[in-house]
């Protein structure tokens, strides 16, 4: 039994609740129906408390002493930074009201029902409309209940949040009604239940006995909760159809004040169906003040719904919001402050269930055609945001090699005996020589040669045996529709990060830092920041005569591109070649590497490759046969 946790202690009880989360994750993922029903809050949670405890473990160590304060403050910066989804965001102020109330000292009972009444003021404050029946209200009577225990001992205090949660929890439904109508309860509220029941092991040196909660068999019952050890017997919570109170129900909020609730059950199952959110947008703002982030939370809550904008207690604030203008909910935030790490994913492929989220990926591959205006503008903005300058292909990665066929099957050596690595990396190629480069890398590869689409790309990354998978797209599609296939792709067994490589050579340049010894999130850093920091090129012959940026070009010009975008035109194939290297190679550079496609000869790689010694001395230039059919060459420059 503990009186106070410590720094140390509190990096512990963080690493229980991220174990836990992981053991959770598929049950939480279950019971995810509000706001929007895309089965992914245990996963949001997982990631979020991931991204907590690996800032905090870098803190202790360049830390001289691991304080209480120090530790939790390195939590609560990590999920505001690394926060997915809504539920992630309210995580980040439960770790935040912990950082605010042990400044002074380490973790005692006093100070944890100091540090739950200021979370639960924390994250009301930083919704724009409060919904009863889920982690708010929850959180709301964990912190009452803790406050009640007249002699608050840390054990005491941690057992009636505990123990108040869980009560509070299985009322949810009696107060939310598309919860009571899917047969659950609240999964962002059951998450907060895990890391509850954390404290008290830590605290107690024994876990609180719970059952696992799981839907209800109808629509017109309450969800049920099955006992952990595999017993059949299942009981149902209260709000049963017996038992549910159609009017009021009175709670005390954490403050002692009685709050009324209402029983929301047709508020949320009535909705106009056209007005459901496409997007779920989330960036971190830097360089802003609290009187800026309540102007960006107004201006979010009249874009979309499930608006939350909140602080890590320092200089860091995350905003999340559910719209159907992604774009214009980036370009609020970039009104106040410096936006990065911007996430959006489409619900087109998560909610199957719901009005026009039926259309899955024929809806997305629709709406890129047409242009959509909100998709076309969100992919500008996070380009423009997440813009950069390269990094080479300096060692062979891994091994467990594996190929896709155009179909999205995986073919390669491996046998059934064989034991696969935890995560793998699948990458979109286009070429025979570049497929062999990014497998003697150790990646899986997509061919790409023909055009790859959402329905191709999700079904490759289903059958990548890992539980982590890192996608490498190479260029193969649009923003919109890579994080559309990521949120499909996620599962209760697999985590998948897409990460910006927009050309085969970007992707070279990440898979050379590929490193599975570290983990998930900080090998996708590291791989992303790799992919980010070369600049790209194509050389390629124009077929026909078109309207280019810088003037009309005709069949057999040289064209020369940096990203997507023509910024020379040379009668000359080779002139254009020797051209482009000299705007690449005039920002400066170290090393540049010719990816040779099809229809190329060594002659072509030479002249280049002596253009780029004899004009810029010291530059080394590195040269593969990569076999790709739309570039002559692309070229990457670090």
Do not use: K
Request: proline share 3%; glycine share 12%.
């Amino acid at each position: 039994m503990r009186e106070s946790l410590d720094g140390p202690d509190l990096l512990v009880w963080a690493r229980g609740c991220r174990t836990d989360l992981e053991l959770r994750r598929a049950e939480i993922d279950a019971l995810n129906v509000f706001p929007i029903a895309d089965a992914d809050t245990g996963t949001n949670l997982l990631a979020t408390m991931r991204a907590a405890v690996a800032t905090a473990e870098r803190a202790v160590l360049d830390a001289e002493d691991a304080t209480s304060h120090r530790v939790a403050q390195a939590l609560a910066r990590g999920a505001t930074t690394g926060a997915r989804g809504n539920s992630g965001i309210i995580l980040s102020q439960v770790l935040r009201g912990i950082a605010e109330a042990v400044v002074a000292g380490p973790l005692t009972g006093v100070r944890l029902q100091e540090a739950l009444r200021r979370s639960a003021v924390l994250v009301r404050t930083g919704l724009s409309a409060p919904v009863e029946g889920t982690i708010l209200t929850v959180l709301d009577r964990a912190a009452a209940a803790a406050a009640e225990v007249a002699e608050p001992s840390l054990e005491e205090v941690a057992r009636a949040a505990a123990e108040g949660a869980a009560r509070a929890l299985s009322r949810t439904p009696t107060q939310l009604g598309v919860l009571r109508a899917a047969g659950v309860v609240d999964a962002g509220a059951r998450g907060l239940l895990v890391l509850l029941d954390c404290l008290v092991t830590e605290v107690c040196g024994e876990a609180p006995a719970r059952v696992r909660y799981t839907r209800g068999e109808r629509a017109d019952q309450g969800p049920h909760r099955r006992p952990d050890d595999g017993n059949e017997q299942a009981v149902t919570l209260p709000g049963g159809s017996g038992d549910i109170d159609h009017g009021h129900e009175g709670e005390a909020d954490s403050d002692g004040r009685e709050r009324r609730i209402l029983d929301t059950r047709d508020d949320h199952d009535h909705r106009d169906r056209d007005a459901d959110p496409h997007f779920e947008v989330m960036y971190v703002i830097s360089g802003t003040d609290e009187t800026a982030a309540g102007g960006l939370r107004d201006r979010l809550a009249v874009l979309g719904d499930s608006v939350v904008v909140v602080g890590d207690g320092d200089s860091t604030w995350s905003a999340h919001v559910h719209c159907r203008d992604a774009g214009a909910a980036i370009e609020a935030g970039l009104a106040v402050g410096t936006v990065t790490s911007i996430r959006i994913e489409s619900f087109a492929v998560t909610a199957p269930h719901r009005g026009h989220h039926e259309h899955g990926t024929d809806w997305l591959a629709t709406q890129h055609a047409r242009g959509s205006d909100s998709a076309r503008d969100a992919s500008a903005l996070c380009e423009a945001v997440a813009s950069g300058t390269g990094n080479r292909l300096s060692r062979p990665v891994g091994r467990d090699v594996v190929s896709a066929t155009g179909d999205g099957r995986a073919v390669g050596d491996h046998t059934a005996g064989d034991v696969l690595a935890d995560r793998g990396v699948l990458a979109v190629v286009a070429g025979a020589a570049a497929t062999r480069l990014f497998e003697d890398a150790g990646a899986v590869v997509l061919r790409g040669d023909r055009q790859v689409d959402t329905s191709t790309l999700l079904t490759a990354i289903r059958r990548m045996p890992h539980r982590e998978v890192l996608v490498l797209p190479n260029g193969a599609l649009p923003a919109q529709e890579l994080v559309a296939v990521g949120v499909a792709a996620r599962d209760g067994s697999r985590d998948v990060l897409l990460l910006p490589s927009a050309s085969m050579v970007q992707g070279l340049a990440a898979l050379a830092v590929h490193d599975r010894g570290r983990i998930a999130v900080d090998d996708a850093f590291a791989m992303s920041e790799a992919a980010a920091t070369m600049r790209w090129g194509a050389l390629r012959a124009a077929r026909v005569r078109a309207l280019t940026m810088v003037g009309m070009c005709s069949p057999g010009d040289g064209l020369g591109l940096v990203g997507q975008d023509v910024v020379v035109i040379d009668p000359d194939v080779v002139g254009a070649g020797r051209i482009l290297l000299d705007r690449m190679l005039g920002l400066g550079g170290e090393l540049v590497t010719l990816l040779m496609g099809a229809d190329t000869g060594p002659e072509l790689a030479q002249v280049l490759a002596e253009h780029v010694t004899a004009g810029f001395p010291g530059v080394e230039v590195v040269v593969y046969s990569g076999g790709q059919q739309a570039d002559l060459v692309q070229i990457g420059v670090e």
